[in-house]
């Protein structure tokens, strides 16, 4: 199925977002009385977490998952989780046992990594299917914490994986791989800015494209970019 694209500007795709957020909790909800979801951070946190925060949802069910965090403490200005705690989380009253924190930052991060993988396992079953990943893309099109060119693409066996050579700081970070995301039950992508829209339209156009952001879109099962004008650029439009 061909990714659905909206384009708008921020504030109007944060409505839509959270129109579509609420519609797939509800469904998810009716199925299977709890919905699973995995946040990025960045500037979509920064953009759409404040109107995520106020839609009206039973918290306890919603369960809360990260595609990838840094290796730093959870109070520090470039966690993943702060940003979602701060923006989402609190604001929302989302009670702590919804919330699934990746920890990054822990010695063993390896030990660590399994440990979220069989978190996923005992919250969702086996294999574990989350309902909605959130992503953000970077403008070289990598997401979560899946560089173009690096080896984790092609990891297949593991859910979550440690990496220690990212080439943007931190060098070490957490993430979820492809299978993991690519088998969401909707995978949103929510891009801002002229610096995506190259990386946009290749993985919206280029079928052969080897992108991060272009591998997860051709494996997802359903698919919907939210962009405004300037990253929505290269898109043809019919």
């Known amino acids: 199925m061909a990714p659905q694209v909206i384009v708008d500007k921020p504030p109007g795709l944060a409505e839509a977002l959270a129109g579509r957020f609420v519609d797939e909790a509800r469904k998810a909800l009716d199925a ?26 039973d918290w306890s069910r919603v369960h809360f998952f990260w595609g990838d965090e840094r290796a730093v403490p959870p109070t520090d200005p470039e966690s993943n989780y702060r940003a979602a705690r701060t923006l989402w989380l609190e604001p929302a009253g989302v009670p702590a046992a919804s919330v699934h924190r990746m920890e990054a930052e822990a010695p063993d991060a390896e030990a660590a990594a399994r440990a979220y993988a069989d978190t996923l396992t005992r919250v969702l079953g086996s294999p574990p299917r989350l309902d909605l990943v959130l992503l953000g893309v970077g403008p070289d099109g990598h997401v979560c ?94």
């Open 32 to 57: 299977r009385r709890l919905f699973a979801v995995a946040l990025p951070g960045g500037s979509v946190a920064d953009r759409f977490f404040p109107r995520l925060a106020e839609t009206a949802l």
């Open 145 to 238: 914490s899946l560089f173009p060119g690096h080896p984790l693409l092609g990891e297949e066996g593991r859910l979550v994986a440690v990496v220690e050579d990212s080439p943007k700081p931190p060098a070490r970070r957490m993430t979820l791989t492809l299978p993991a995301l690519a088998a969401a039950g909707l995978v949103v992508v929510a891009a801002l800015g002229g610096s995506k829209a190259e990386v946009v339209r290749e993985a919206l156009e280029g079928a052969g494209s080897e992108l991060p952001l272009a591998r997860v879109v051709r494996r997802a099962r359903r698919c919907v970019f939210y962009l405004d004008d300037a990253a929505a650029a290269g898109v043809g439009r019919g």
